[in-house]
């Protein structure tokens, strides 16, 4: 699959769960306005029945201080009259709603009253939710009732000034005339609910959650999907990679053996026992050529299956190091190089798999010498360290660049070196290396910087811990 196709498959996916996630915040948006449209409806619903109950108390009221004046009149001039019970109430009330001042309707509300009102009518539509209501006076310019208790005294406006600050009330989304006519509006009824977003969002709250938690599945699968493609394409690329340098590295030594055993059945070779025996000793330096590219192979086969059979014993560092360096040495020098030995640890002895160890140490020298193209310079040293020994290989070759560096522990990974491939291998080394010293419950870090050289540091524990 090419990278143009992964992207336009990326883009596309992008494309749907953003489009995804836009559809359900419209949905989860148009549910939350439709919850709120019907709770306002409701409340409104509400304040009317209020307004309604308000008046006919505030006129039944009036209406008996009405009764009870005429009755102390006629008693008091003599007269008998008719029972109060006849008295035409509309009349009446219309008579009285003439003479009477609107605003005196707003003050004769009764605190109690409003309360129990305004209770009673919001439970009736199924509101119950903490609020904060108001009762305002136009001609006073403040509220005279503030949640059920009486804000200033009527006789008094010197307050008003202050109290017609009070918040959020002045702010209330819901507001209904009191007592209004076709002349004058003497004040109004204002309702606040502070937790009303929060009961709004409430209900959508569980479908939010689980379409988010959903969404971040799907994303969190997507983007894990998409990382497995890349590592498996780039995988794929390192492995194509790997079969054609191991098939570069065995057709060498096989076109050698070839050569080497077609010249000894040679006739004129073949009676000349020195040149047979320079021709065989060929073919077997040939052969142990491939087969060590087919151990390491086969090694990383058997780390890949934890099939690793590691025999553990005391194993002196230094003196498996001097011994690297002398068959390093040779290599080094023939590129006019030099290769040294700072060996300071005082306790070189650890506990340790001596055959695989070694091969850390061979391979760390043997990357040192093959990446310093010119009179290589190198220097392994060693130290003590807490609980384990610290040994460094520093070479001044061409380094690694830094965005390469967390990559050279992979398998079949090689720094890309562009159209040239001077250096022969299969990717295996440094990850045989790290496989091999954690394995021993070590690490091992890299710096470099390009154009300066390499140091790869390890460190190794003294004594193994016990599984």
């Known amino acids: 699959m090419s990278k143009k196709v992964i992207w336009a498959i990326i883009i596309i996916m992008s494309t749907s769960l953003v489009g995804v996630g836009m559809i359900q915040l419209f949905w989860i948006k148009w549910s939350v306005n439709l919850d709120e449209k019907n709770f306002n409806d409701k409340v409104i619903t509400a304040l009317n029945r209020v307004k309604d109950r308000l008046r006919q108390d505030v006129e039944d009221r009036a209406y008996s201080e009405l009764l009870k004046q005429r009755t102390e009149t006629s008693l008091s001039s003599g007269k008998e009259m008719d029972s109060p019970f006849k008295p035409e109430r509309t009349k009446d009330m219309n008579s009285l709603s003439f003479f009477l001042n609107p605003s005196e309707y707003l003050e004769a509300i009764d605190k109690d009253k409003l309360d129990l009102f305004l209770r009673q009518e919001l439970a009736d539509q199924g509101i119950d939710l903490k609020y904060e209501y108001g009762v305002y006076s136009n001609e006073l310019h403040s509220y005279i009732i503030v949640n059920g208790n009486y804000a200033v005294s009527i006789e008094d406006t010197t307050k008003s000034s202050n109290v017609a600050e009070l918040s959020p009330l002045l702010k209330a989304e819901y507001r209904i005339s009191l007592f209004a006519n076709e002349f004058s509006e003497p004040g109004h009824l204002n309702l606040y609910f502070p937790n009303k977003t929060r009961f709004l969002w ?39 990679d790997f079969i054609n340098n191991m098939t570069h590295e065995f057709k060498t030594p096989i076109a050698t053996i070839s050569l080497a055993s077609d010249s000894v059945l040679s006739p004129s070779i073949i009676h000349d026992e020195n040149k047979v025996r320079r021709f065989i000793n060929i073919i077997k330096q040939e052969n142990l050529r491939m087969l060590s590219q087919v151990e390491k192979v086969l090694q990383m086969g058997q780390i890949e299956r934890n099939d690793l059979n590691l025999k553990f014993g005391e194993l002196d560092i230094h003196e498996l190091i001097e011994d690297a360096v002398v068959n390093a040495g040779l290599k080094v020098q023939a590129k006019g190089g030099s290769i040294h030995a700072d060996l300071r640890a005082k306790d070189p002895v650890i506990l340790a798999d001596h055959t695989h160890i070694g091969s850390v140490i061979n391979n760390l020298l043997d990357n040192a010498e093959k990446y310093t193209p010119e009179k290589p310079e190198i220097t392994i040293s060693t130290s003590d360290v807490s609980n384990g020994i610290q040994i460094s290989v520093k070479d001044n070759g061409i380094g690694i660049p830094k965005d390469a560096q967390k990559h050279i522990f992979e398998k079949f990974y090689r720094v890309p070196t562009g159209n040239v491939h001077n250096v022969k291998g299969f990717g295996l080394g440094l990850s045989y290396v790290k496989a091999m010293v954690e394995a021993h419950g070590g690490h091992i870090q890299v710096k470099s910087e390009p154009g300066k050289g390499s140091t790869f540091t390890v460190f190794l524990p003294k004594k193994q811990k016990t599984k």
């Open 202 to 240: 409430s209900s959508v709250f569980p479908i939010l959650l689980s379409s988010t938690l959903f969404t971040v599945l799907i994303l969190f699968c997507f983007s894990y999907t998409v990382y497995i493609i890349f590592r498996q394409k780039k995988v794929s690329e390192m492995k194509t």
